[in-house]
């Protein structure tokens, strides 16, 4: 499955954006899709997961109650609502997807994913 991330841009902090991942050659609603973000000279990081369904969710703690992960089956889309935007929030945004074969747990770590889309860069201005 390719995957093509899109949505970022530059907002000033306590603003909002929306990211989409769009996903092509392949039926997105097999796959669980995640959200990760990675920093300048930092690790990548998980942000946020959502199973085929979209029955299961979770979150990192830092996004908790700000960012919201949600699919679109029909669309073959999965997006992330990202609001109260902090600068800590600035990073690369990247989609990935897994197939549904392990722990739950798993799928919070990057090497879980089989399938990525390129970056999309969110700068949040202070």
């Known amino acids: 499955v390719q995957l093509q991330a899109s949505g970022g841009g530059l907002v000033q902090a306590g603003g909002s954006l929306r990211l989409s991942c769009a996903a092509s050659g392949r039926t997105l609603s097999n796959y669980i899709t995640a959200w990760f973000r990675q920093a300048p000279g930092k690790e990548r990081e998980f942000v946020a997961l959502?199973?085929?369904?979209?029955?299961?969710?979770d979150y990192a703690d830092s996004v908790k109650g700000r960012f919201t992960i949600s699919r679109d089956n029909a669309k073959n889309t999965v997006s992330l609502q990202m609001n109260s935007l902090k600068p800590e929030d600035t990073a690369d945004y990247y989609c990935?997807?897994?197939?549904?074969?392990?722990?739950?747990?798993?799928?919070?770590?990057?090497?879980?994913?089989?399938?990525w889309g390129q970056g999309t860069l969110v700068t949040v201005s202070s």
């Open positions: 959502i199973s085929w369904s979209g029955g299961s969710i």
């Open positions: 990935a997807a897994a197939s549904p074969t392990r722990n739950w747990s798993a799928y919070t770590r990057p090497l879980t994913y089989d399938y």
